[in-house]
């Protein structure tokens, strides 16, 4: 089975800090995906990644910033968090094959204050 | 650009009665078409997909979608749903040739009266 891990489940951090999201996967996929989800909205993509050191905007990438520094890891980087930025993060990874399913972890509840 | 729309945000069935979500969304290019699910407390994961072929696929649980390509739709369907179905249902496209990125519809909460 596919594993997707996110660090942390619930996360609560103050306007203006440094947040990480990090998120692994086991099997090897070529491409990563960093969405939010918010109710009303389903799933907006941030960022992803197709390759090492590879990284492509996504439909909402203001605020937001990602590394890859290694193929099974996926880093989330808010600069400076605002209240805004309060959301579930959910984490994808997907082969490099033509099958474009996309495999999540268990989301990040992240609350700026 | 392209976008789906899902047309319900919630849903309310009892157990026994039969499931429609809808699903459209714009492209005029050839597309792969998904629906995931999200249980309460768990991971989204993929509920059924839509590559080529047979417009009617199977996935797991019961759950069937049609792709009818001139109306740009991909509707999910189950004849008796049950109360574990309740959940959150979103239907996702990626265009062919468009590279990796997936879209997906703002979601269907649905909620299976015991």
């Known amino acids: 089975d596919v594993k997707v891990t996110q660090s942390s489940r619930y996360l609560v951090k103050r306007t203006g800090e440094k947040v990480f999201l990090e998120c692994v996967q086991d099997m090897d996929h070529e491409n990563m995906f960093w969405y939010r989800q918010d109710p009303g909205l389903g799933l907006r993509l941030i960022y992803f990644s197709y390759d090492v050191k590879m990284k492509e905007k996504g439909d909402i990438p203001e605020g937001y910033s990602v590394s890859r520094e290694k193929k099974e890891r996926f880093s989330l980087i808010l600069e400076s968090a605002s209240t805004n930025q309060t959301s579930m993060y959910l984490c994808a990874s997907s082969p490099g094959d033509n099958s474009y399913e996309q495999y999540f972890g268990p989301g990040t509840r992240l609350t700026v204050t | ?114």
């Open chain 2, 1 to 114: 650009a392209q976008s789906v729309s899902q047309h319900n945000h919630h849903v309310i069935l009892s157990e026994a009665a039969s499931l429609e979500l809808g699903c459209n969304y714009s492209y005029g290019g050839t597309v792969n078409l998904f629906w995931y699910v999200q249980y309460p407390g768990q991971h989204l994961q993929l509920l059924l997909k839509y590559f080529s072929g047979d417009p009617l696929v199977k996935g797991i649980k019961g759950f069937e979608a049609e792709f009818i390509k001139s109306k740009f739709s991909f509707n999910l369907r189950k004849p008796s749903v049950q109360w574990s179905d309740t959940a959150e249902y979103f239907c996702a496209v990626n265009a062919r040739g468009g590279g990796f990125k997936t879209i997906f519809g703002a979601g269907t909460r649905l909620f299976v009266k015991a």
